[in-house]
């Protein structure tokens, strides 16, 4: 099997960093410093020897994200050979529209996705139009069932609880010929999961998880006042380290999804410094793995 690499195209929650219309510490940074700036989270799956690569989540920075796929890897002007979606929430999808034919017009690029998200792709406008004219082929995928995107390379949803308005969402497991990764970007609550956190991330070589918020100050110096974290539930950074402890030394768990508030964002902060010290460690924009 030749070369397999996950490339991490995005870390931040679905707005992104800077977030519109905000001026806190951390979006006056990135909007000051480019290179503080993060995209929606995103991931490319890339077949180097087959010269293919597959996208998790089109988000509303896709059209960075994309160049970032073709720049590093050299496939300039290759579509991707599919997309495989988390959910129904702006960070996730968006970034579709731009397969239309208003700009890359694309004929059936396989998307998968839940069911009812399926529906949502193919029912209601303006995704409509993409299957309609198949500038993508939607296919549904279920819980457990994998998808091979070689011999040696599958994607495996696994559900897990987020406010699910319009659609169900999924996490995934990447597998590749020599490494098993567990993306988790969103979840409400690591107790209302039907698997066990530690034990999930005992059959992974690497995680990506949910790491909206560090604690639960992270909106009292948002910039526009706090919002009510019962709204948008996402388990904390500091929870999340206490449950996986004591797995640190043989799987390498990364924090990713990062909202514009959360101080481990910040590179000298004490919220980092207390995450890299105790064996954890922080997804950045561009980072590959080999698989």
Not at 149 to 175: A, C, M, Q, Y
């Amino acid at each position: 099997m030749g070369e397999v690499i996950l490339h991490v195209l995005g870390t931040a929650q679905d707005a992104g960093l800077p977030q519109p219309n905000c001026y806190c510490d951390n979006c006056t940074k990135a909007i000051d410093n480019p290179t503080f700036k993060r995209r929606a989270a995103s991931l490319a799956i890339v077949l180097k020897d087959k010269n293919q690569w597959h996208l998790i989540d089109a988000s509303p920075d896709f059209k960075e994200q994309i160049i970032m796929v073709q720049r590093t890897h050299g496939m300039e002007g290759l579509v991707m050979d599919s997309i495989f979606l988390t959910h129904a929430h702006i960070g996730h999808y968006p970034g579709l529209i731009f397969l239309g034919k208003e700009a890359m017009n694309t004929k059936n690029v396989p998307v998968f996705t839940g069911p009812l998200m399926k529906n949502v792709l193919e029912s209601h406008a303006p995704w409509r139009q993409l299957t309609d004219l198949g500038n993508i082929q939607v296919q549904a995928i279920e819980q457990g069932i994998s998808t091979n995107l070689d011999n040696d390379v599958e994607v495996t949803p696994v559900k897990v609880p987020h406010r699910n308005e319009f659609s169900e969402t999924f996490g995934f497991w990447i597998k590749g010929p020599k490494k098993k990764v567990l993306y988790i970007p969103d979840i409400d609550s690591w107790d209302e999961w039907d698997l066990d956190l530690v034990e999930a991330c005992k059959q992974a070589d690497i995680c990506l998880l949910d790491a909206t918020f560090f604690s639960e100050s992270d909106l009292s110096d948002s910039g526009r006042g706090a919002r009510d974290l019962s709204e948008i539930p996402h388990p904390f950074i500091t929870d999340t380290m206490e449950r996986l402890k004591s797995i640190t030394d043989t799987c390498a768990i990364y924090f990713t999804h990062f909202n514009h508030s959360n101080p481990a964002l910040k590179q000298n902060s004490d919220a980092r410094d207390f995450i890299e010290k105790n064996g954890f460690h922080i997804a950045n924009d561009g980072m590959t793995f080999d698989l």
